[in-house]
T-cell receptor, first 113, second 112 residues
Framework: KQEVTQIPAALSVPEGENLVLNCSFTDSAIYNLQWFRQDPGKGLTSLLLIQSSQREQTSGRLNASLDKSSGRSTLYIAASQPGDSATYLCAVRGSGGYNKLIFGAGTRLAVHP | EAGVTQFPSHSVIEKGQTVTLRCDPISGHDNLYWYRRVMGKEIKFLLHFVKESKQDESGMPNNRFLAERTGGTYSTLKVQPAELEDSGVYFC??????????FGPGTRLTVL
């Protein structure tokens, strides 16, 4: 049974810091991995999707890497800003023919000025 | 392009009552998913439609939950009768293929 763990559960940093959020999964047989952002009371916004054959994806100040064999992904946020404050969720889709996403509990990020 | 929409945004009902949640996917998306987050837990998958057919309903907790997607457009999720443990946020997502899933804002359900 696939399990997804995110570390740390919460993070508070001053503006301008570079951050690394971690995601690990127990079953390396994944189809893809998706990083989301959730603002309080809002839905999930897709940030990056990495296919199982890829090693990383980049979008602006965000970079996500994937090491499928070790069951790990990291989300790197460069030069953090207060507007980056949100909960970041990692989700994996298994390779068994089903599309369902298995989510981690998230990392709650606060970036203060 | 309009995103995934869900109605209502909030619902407060008493135990034993019936509630119906609605999801309108992004136009043209054949795949529609329901997920939920109960208090303090991770977001959990409920079921997946491809057009009007249920592709995977392995996450449906019990037979008090009924999902439909008549005509392959919008979907409804009915809870009947609602129990206290059904409280949480119900998310709908859609996708054109097997890749990126686009999520709606969620419906917050409170069962008293």
């Amino acid at each position: 049974k696939q399990e997804v763990t995110q570390i740390p559960a919460a993070l508070s940093v001053p503006e301008g810091e570079n951050l690394v959020l971690n995601c690990s999964f127990t079953d390396s047989a994944i189809y893809n991995l998706q990083w989301f952002r959730q603002d309080p009371g809002k839905g999930l916004t897709s940030l990056l999707l990495i296919q199982s054959s890829q090693r990383e994806q980049t979008s602006g100040r965000l970079n996500a890497s994937l090491d499928k064999s070790s069951g790990r992904s990291t989300l790197y946020i460069a030069a953090s800003q207060p507007g980056d404050s949100a909960t970041y969720l990692c989700a994996v889709r298994g390779s068994g023919g089903y599309n369902k996403l298995i989510f981690g509990a998230g990392t709650r990020l606060a970036v203060h000025p | 392009e309009a995103g995934v929409t869900q109605f209502p945004s909030h619902s407060v009902i008493e135990k034993g009552q019936t509630v119906t949640l609605r999801c309108d996917p992004i136009s043209g998306h054949d795949n529609l998913y329901w997920y939920r987050r109960v208090m303090g837990k991770e977001i959990k998958f409920l079921l997946h439609f491809v057009k009007e057919s249920k592709q995977d309903e392995s996450g449906m907790p019990n037979n008090r939950f009924l999902a439909e997607r008549t005509g392959g457009t919008y979907s409804t999720l009915k809870v009947q009768p609602a129990e206290l443990e059904d409280s949480g946020v119900y998310f709908c997502a859609s996708s054109p293929s097997t890749d990126t899933q686009y999520f709606g804002p969620g419906t917050r359900l409170t069962v008293l």
